[in-house]
């Protein structure tokens, strides 16, 4: 018996793996282990020998199960530190570089452009962009003869024949929101309406898409003088002009305001690049004006009351010029080539670590 219990507490204590520890197991104390074998031994046996015998095998038996159970834990205690000693990460490595989308350069020049107008007091208005011919021509005092309510310049929604709802246009400007600005909130009013607008056109400088952000002041008093600060105002902050910028304005004409005016802004290019505010050259923005009093009327605003200015510009062609974009294309191109070149690069963006990603 003193043979057994050695040979198994040295061979539990040599085990390699569970599996081995199991096979022990059932050699040993299972239905037909040796110490199971021996038990039976003890039915034919003498009573005293069994009472020596017995109590000894049981005490082998629970001795051995013991010695199983501690060299199981040992062995999984060993298993575990092995794991911890080979599986590890390094949490403080940086990230991989990931692809990731970036704001097109037309979203961020609309959110600079309203944020200096919001600055000044402009509210933001958006509008539909399919609108009556009523709220984009006839309620900006553009006559129906007008070469832009053809349809060769204006896209027009297709009628059956017997449908009689009024002829429906892809906004050509963002004006028909305007209208409803004034309709919706009366005077005084200070409102700018981004967004994107249509015209048949297309070649080299035109897209027959395109975004645009007009301006509207009406009050009491206003006047072509509070019409160039607020515009003198934009430029600095848009150019982000350190000295002051000189504006010109010219005599023009526009259907929806009089006196009307294009306005442009005193600059140089220097090496084909871009300089406000200084220079021999001169850039035209935009377009303005004094509301027309018709137009007033049309957005149920009393013209003998009440007077206002206006202006409407290009997006694509201020978001060109702040950033040196010489081609539409680049608007158009999903290409991320372009964007990188223009700064506006989605593989620029800073990580969490603060180092750039690529
Ligand atoms: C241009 C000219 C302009 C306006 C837009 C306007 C709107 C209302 C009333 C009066 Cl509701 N005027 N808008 C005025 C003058 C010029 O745009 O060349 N845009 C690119």
């Known amino acids: 018996m003193d043979d057994l219990r050695e040979k198994y507490l040295s061979l539990i204590a040599g085990a390699g793996d569970e599996a081995a520890l199991e096979d022990l197991r059932v050699q040993a104390v299972g239905k037909k282990g040796e110490v199971s074998l021996k038990m039976r031994e003890l039915g034919k046996m003498t009573p005293e020998e069994r009472q020596v015998a017995g109590p000894k095998l049981n005490a082998l038996k629970d001795e051995i199960n013991s010695a199983l159970a501690a060299k ?3 062995l999984a205690d060993a298993a575990l530190d092995e794991r911890l000693r080979t599986e590890w990460l390094d ?38 962009r399919i609108d009556t011919d009523w709220y984009n021509f006839d309620a900006l005092n553009i006559p129906g003869h007008h070469p832009a309510r053809a349809e060769m310049d204006t896209f027009y929604m297709h009628r059956a024949e017997g449908d009689n709802r009024p002829p429906h246009v892809l906004r050509t400007h963002t004006s028909p929101v305007q209208i409803r600005s004034m309709e919706a909130q009366g005077a005084p009013l200070r409102v700018i309406c981004p967004g994107g607008v249509y015209r048949a056109d297309y070649d080299q400088t035109h897209t027959p898409m395109f975004h645009q952000v007009e301006g509207l002041a009406v009050d009491k008093d206003i006047s072509m003088a509070n019409l160039k600060w607020v515009l003198e105002e934009f430029v600095k902050a848009f150019f982000e002009v350190d000295g002051g910028v000189e504006l010109r304005f010219r005599a ?20 084909g690049t871009l300089k406000v505010g200084e220079g021999d050259d001169w850039l035209e923005i935009l377009g ?26 290009g997006i694509d062609r201020i978001a060109m010029l702040k950033y040196g974009i010489p081609d539409l294309r680049a608007f158009f191109d999903s290409d991320l080539r372009w964007l990188r070149h223009y700064g506006f690069s989605a593989l620029d963006v800073p990580t969490l670590h603060g180092g750039l990603s690529r």
């Not at 023009?252 to 090496?271: K, L, M, N, Q, Y």
């Open 288 to 313: 303005s004006g004094m509301v027309h009093p018709k137009v007033l009327q049309a957005g149920g605003i009393d013209p003998n009351e009440w007077q206002g200015f206006a202006f409407g510009m």
């Open 72 to 74: 199981k834990a040992a």
């Open 252 to 271: 023009s004409h526009f259907p929806f305001t009089e006196p009307s005016a294009e306005v442009d802004i005193r600059c140089s290019w220097e090496g």
């Open 91 to 128: 949490v403080t490595l940086p990230t991989r570089a990931r692809r990731h989308g970036t704001i097109h350069p037309i979203s961020q020049v609309t959110e600079e452009v309203t944020a200096i107008f919001a600055e000044m007091g402009f509210s933001v208005a958006e509008g539909p």
